[in-house]
């Protein structure tokens, strides 16, 4: 087993060396990418966000417009119901007096001949 040590130890201190400047040169790219170029792209995301929130605030107002007007229909039609409910019931009730009165009617009748 003949290993040299120290050979080993060199070879791995200059391997940490090289990330170091690996990570170093990586630092500054990104350093240099932060230039005017990089703030007119930043620029740009922001007005798109903020095109996109407007038109997310005007799609909720359009959305809550119909909503409203989906209630105000279905309380005019809830209206509309009970007042043809209504009218049904005092239908209902002139037929059935007016039965009664025929029955009524039949009814003295027969008692008329009777006698």
């Known amino acids: 087993m003949t290993h040299d040590k120290t050979s080993r130890f060199d070879a791995r201190l200059t391997?940490?060396?090289?990330?170091?400047?690996?990570?170093?040169?990586?630092?500054?790219?990104?350093?240099?990418?932060?230039?005017?170029?990089?703030?007119?792209?930043?620029?740009?995301?922001?007005?798109?966000?903020?095109?996109?929130?407007?038109r997310e605030a005007e799609r909720a107002k359009a959305r809550a417009e119909a909503e409203e007007l989906a209630a105000?229909?279905?309380?005019?039609?809830?209206?509309?119901?009970?007042?043809?409910?209504?009218l049904d019931a005092a239908k209902a009730i002139e037929l059935a007096a007016e039965q009664k009165a025929q029955r009524?009617?039949?009814?003295?009748?027969?008692k008329a001949r009777g006698k």
Do not use: S, T, W
Not at 16 to 42: C, D, I, M, V
Not at 72 to 86: L, S, Y
Not at 104 to 110: E, H, K, V
């Open 15 to 54: 391997r940490a060396a090289e990330a170091k400047q690996a990570a170093l040169q990586k630092f500054k790219e990104r350093q240099a990418a932060n230039g005017p170029e990089a703030q007119a792209r930043q620029e740009e995301r922001m007005k798109i966000q903020e095109a996109r929130a407007l």
């Open 72 to 86: 105000k229909a279905a309380v005019e039609n809830a209206e509309n119901a009970r007042m043809q409910a209504e």
């Open 104 to 110: 009524d009617a039949r009814y003295a009748a027969r």
